[in-house]
């Protein structure tokens, strides 16, 4: 008997196993291509305001540019109308996620746990406050390894993020079929 139960555990765990693994099979379809109309105000809509906040940085001598809001134009550009890259997700995730950069960089220094904390904490109070922004995720990395302080969460990250709104709200509102932002 003891041996029949034992088999029908093990069973049950390689049906549990096996339907886990099934969920990585993918099975949908990928979404269609953009098209060049939307390809070409992505394009144009990253260009310039990268190209503004490297001249910013280059006149004032100031950082006003970090990596992730490039990630941050080819949501507001391309995917302008999905919820993750609506302003208050912009502004909101990038002001989360540096807040916890620097702190857990002011708390724990820059090392393998105060980052993993920071991006955790980052995800947790994104996903919490309704703000997610998936390119503000690497915020913390970017703070915490720069060794960047409280003057970061303005410049580039805050102003960087509202520029990156205005220009949205000018290039993806030129076109007919396209109204930004959805929500506030």
């Not at 098209?35 to 910013?56: H, R």
């Not at 980052?122 to 922004?133: R, V």
């Not at 805050?158 to 509102?173: C, D, M, S, Y």
């Amino acid at each position: 008997m003891a041996d029949f139960v034992r088999l029908q555990e093990k069973e049950v765990k390689n049906h549990r196993f096996k339907a886990y693994l099934a969920k990585m099979s993918g099975g949908g379809h990928a979404p269609s291509r953009t098209n060049f109309a939307d390809a070409l105000t992505g394009a144009a809509g990253g260009l310039l305001c990268i190209f503004v906040l490297l001249c910013l940085t280059n006149y004032t001598g100031t950082p006003w540019l970090m990596a992730s809001l490039g990630g941050s134009c080819v949501l507001v550009f391309v995917v302008w109308n999905a919820p993750l890259s609506q302003p208050r997700n912009i502004i909101g995730g990038h002001m989360i996620s540096a807040f916890i950069g620097v702190a857990m960089y002011s708390l724990l220094g820059s090392s393998v746990i105060s980052i993993s904390l920071a991006v955790g904490l980052t995800i947790f109070f994104m996903a919490l406050a309704g703000m997610i922004h998936p390119p503000a995720g690497a915020n913390p990395i970017i703070i915490i390894l720069g060794g960047y302080g409280w003057s970061y969460l303005i410049m580039p990250v805050f102003i960087g993020a509202v520029i990156i709104v205005i220009f949205g709200l000018l290039i993806n509102n030129l076109r007919q079929t396209r109204k930004y932002p959805q929500f506030w």
